[in-house]
């Protein structure tokens, strides 16, 4: 089996900072992508952050400038430093991930999401 378990989420005034965190446990062979959602009441699940196949981070562009996405790929972590949040940044926000499992088998995990909300 495989977890993802996400942290850091909580209230924040706009302007503050956050920091998520996403670890990932389990029958893990190798984690070949590592990605952060995001879903607002009403709206569709969007990518926030992940990193391409150079491994450069790509930012939706609404968070570009203010979020940084990074890895620590010997813990099997991926991190969102999310500052100068505002309101319209509130959101449930989830890591993804696409694991290869010690018995070879590939599959598409998520964590149970965590809460940031922005107050203005």
């Known amino acids: 089996q495989v977890q993802l378990v996400e942290s850091g989420g909580g209230l924040v005034q706009a302007g503050g900072s956050l920091r998520l965190s996403c670890a990932a446990s389990g029958s893990i062979f190798r984690i070949n992508r590592m990605r952060w959602y995001r879903q607002a009441p009403g709206k569709q699940r969007e990518l926030v952050a992940g990193f391409n196949s150079a491994g450069t981070p790509n930012y939706v562009d609404s968070v570009k400038g203010r979020f940084t996405i990074s890895g620590d790929n010997a813990k099997n972590m991926v991190y969102l430093q999310m500052n100068s949040l505002k309101p319209e940044d509130t959101a449930v926000y989830y890591c993804?991930?696409?694991?290869?499992?010690?018995?070879w088998g590939r599959g598409d995990y998520w964590g149970q999401g965590t809460q940031v909300t922005v107050s203005s």
């Open positions: 993804n991930a696409e694991i290869v499992r010690t018995n």
